[in-house]
Each structure stands twice: as structure tokens, then as C-alpha cells.
């Protein structure tokens, strides 16, 4: 089991930066991949960056390749998702999402964090 709490959402100018944090509950953190997706309105939940366990390889979707960066620090328990050069079109509320799989991970993760809410004004 792990449970998983997000942070550093908010209000940003188009341009800005912003880093996610995602804090993990439980002793094996460090076994899981670890995954971020977002949700907006009116669509559908769509998968955004994923990285194995051991931080070794990342993922990510084609339209936030060289803007967003995945990192984790096992010491801490924690993933982050940095966003830079942010766009309206990535407005929408940000989950973090963990399963053992690293393919898994990135469709249909065993578990999910509350979210947090990412608007970018243009």
C-alpha cells in the first residue's frame, strides 16, 4: 500500500514555472515507478510523465517533451514534476499516480493521489 499526497499547485503566468512534489507514504517507495497525469476540464485523464524506480530511464508525453522534467528522490519518498515554459493548454488539476509496473504506470496505476490544481494564464 502506498498513499499519496500532492503539493505546489497554483496560479502561474504563461511563461512561468512551476514544481509539483508528491510525497509517498510507506517503506517501499523505492520499489514503485512513479507516474504524473493531469485532467482537464471537460476531458479525459491523460498521462504525463512516468520514472522507473530507480530514477534510470523517464517518460514523457510528446507535448510537454523538453518542458516538464520527472524526478525522485528515494531518500525523501518523494516525486517532483518541474514545468517550465507553461501554456494555458496546461491548465488542469495534476496527479501523481504509483504502481509496480512501469508500464502500468503510465495507463492505469494502482494508486492516485487527491490532485492539485495547475492554471496558467494567459
Known amino acids: 500500500q502506498v498513499q499519496l499526497v500532492e503539493s505546489g499547485g497554483g496560479l502561474v503566468q504563461a511563461g512561468g514555472s512551476l514544481r509539483l512534489s508528491c510525497a509517498a507514504s510507506?517503506?517501499?517507495?523505492?520499489?514503485?515507478?512513479m507516474g504524473w497525469f493531469r485532467q482537464a476540464p471537460g476531458k479525459e485523464r491523460e498521462f504525463i510523465a512516468a520514472?522507473?524506480?530507480?530514477?534510470?530511464?523517464?517518460y514523457y508525453r510528446h507535448s510537454v517533451k523538453g518542458r516538464f522534467s520527472i524526478s525522485r528522490d528515494n531518500a525523501k519518498n518523494t516525486v517532483y514534476l518541474q514545468m517550465d515554459s507553461l501554456k494555458p493548454e496546461d491548465t488542469a488539476v495534476y496527479y501523481c499516480?504509483?504502481?509496480?509496473?512501469?508500464?502500468?504506470?503510465?495507463?492505469?496505476?494502482?494508486?492516485w493521489g487527491q490532485g492539485t490544481q495547475v492554471t496558467v494564464s494567459s
Open positions: 499516480a504509483a504502481d509496480s509496473n512501469i508500464i502500468v504506470v503510465t495507463t492505469t496505476p494502482g494508486y
Open positions: 510507506g517503506r517501499t517507495f523505492s520499489s514503485y515507478a
Open positions: 520514472i522507473t524506480w530507480s530514477g534510470s530511464k523517464t
